[in-house]
């Protein structure tokens, strides 16, 4: 009787996490290739694009994770070229669509300051258990502060030494969730000091050259994938 009753809890269990698989892909919006890394155990992962990069631009690193056992959720937007405060509301949103009760977030270039800026709702910053930003502009940049385009939307996130950007990075007890890696040169987030987080748990320039390298590079995964929670 007791060996019944085990089989079917056991088939319970599976068919809820099925379950769980299909409200995240088709209720929530949240991609994921593989429905059996939704029974991994491991801590989740949400990727963050950068400003103007659609989110296919992370696809390589997500079959990588999950190819490590990790459930990767990428938000659905094709192109980040919205207000950061409208991507962080629409990030925070997906976060808490997530059933688990942490996540680990990716995020790469302004995708990070999307993340401080979503997590000054502290129910985001609870469920973050810790924060890896790829070449994050947390002082801005000089390129930044050139960008007029973005007059209307970002420039306040993006020049140099902005008040909004070290407002979002003045959160003490945030930073010592972020691991900040950047690139030994950068030609679109400098000088190199712009990415470096005060406060931050770690602070590692990597031994690779180019922002984009940031994403693409097989060594920059491998530096992701030892400081992620299991």
């Not at 929530?28 to 989110?55: C, E, H, M, Q, W």
């Not at 996540?103 to 302004?110: D, K, W």
């Not at 030609?187 to 050259?209: H, M, R, S, T, Y």
Request: net charge positive.
């Amino acid at each position: 009787m007791e060996k019944i009753i085990l089989f079917f809890r056991k088939k319970i269990v599976i068919y809820l996490r099925l379950s769980r698989f299909i409200w995240l892909e088709y209720f929530t919006r949240l991609s994921i290739a593989d429905k059996n890394t939704v029974l991994s155990k491991k801590t989740p992962v949400v990727l963050v694009a950068g400003i103007y990069a659609s989110a296919r631009s992370l696809v390589p690193l997500k079959k990588f994770l999950e190819l490590h056992g990790f459930a990767v959720y990428l938000p659905p937007q094709k192109k980040n070229t919205e207000a950061i405060s409208i991507l962080a509301e629409k990030l925070a949103q997906q976060i808490l669509a997530i059933p688990q009760k942490k996540v680990q977030v990716i995020a790469c270039s302004m995708g990070g300051i999307t993340v401080l800026a979503a997590a000054q709702n502290s129910r985001i910053a609870e469920k973050i258990s810790q924060i890896i930003t790829l070449g994050s502009p947390f002082a801005g940049c000089y390129l930044g502060s050139l960008v007029f385009w973005e007059y209307w939307r970002n420039q306040k996130y993006l020049k140099y030494l902005s008040r909004e950007t070290t407002k979002l990075t003045s959160d003490k007890h945030l930073n010592k969730k972020v691991r900040a890696l950047f690139a030994r040169h950068d030609g679109l987030v400098f000088p190199q000091k712009c990415a470096i987080l005060l406060g931050a748990k770690e602070n590692i320039e990597l031994p690779v050259d180019g922002h984009v390298s940031l994403i693409f590079s097989p060594k920059v995964w491998r530096e992701i994938i030892c400081r992620l929670d299991n």
